[in-house]
């Protein structure tokens, strides 16, 4: 089992950045793929960025490509989002997620991750 606790979020000004945080607690966190999800009001949680249980592969949404990078630190217990050149669009609430499976069919759909932080709110401004 792992423990996530996201931090970081906040408002902002578009075109600049933020860095969200994930803090997580677990003997076998090193074991699991993390990944990053937004939710913008009335919205269905959408899939932003993935990162294997080695941090070897990162994984995108095309919206965010270019702007966004996904790195965890396991040595740390953290998993990050570094967000730049930010849009209004992505105002959201971002959640922090973990996954024991290594299934490519389920890496980007909520139903693929068992463990969810809180939330933390990002808010873009135009």
């Known amino acids: 089992q792992v423990q996530l606790v996201e931090s970081g979020g906040g408002l902002v000004q578009g075109g600049g950045s933020l860095r969200l945080s994930c803090a997580a607690s677990?003997?076998?966190?090193?074991?699991?793929?993390m990944a990053w999800f937004r939710q913008a009001p009335g919205k269905e949680r959408e899939f932003v960025a993935a990162?294997?249980?080695?941090?070897?592969?990162?994984y995108y949404a095309d919206s965010v490509k270019g702007r966004f990078t996904i790195s965890r630190d396991n040595a740390n217990n953290r998993v990050y989002l570094q967000m730049n050149s930010l849009k209004p669009d992505d105002t959201a609430v971002y959640y922090c997620?973990?996954?024991?499976?290594?299934?490519?069919?389920?890496?980007?759909?909520?139903?693929?991750?068992?463990?969810w932080g809180q939330g933390t709110q990002v808010t873009v401004s135009s």
């Open positions: 997620a973990a996954s024991s499976s290594g299934s490519i069919t389920f890496r980007e759909i909520p139903r693929g991750y068992a463990y």
């Open positions: 677990g003997r076998t966190f090193s074991s699991y793929r």
């Open positions: 990162i294997t249980w080695s941090g070897s592969s990162t």
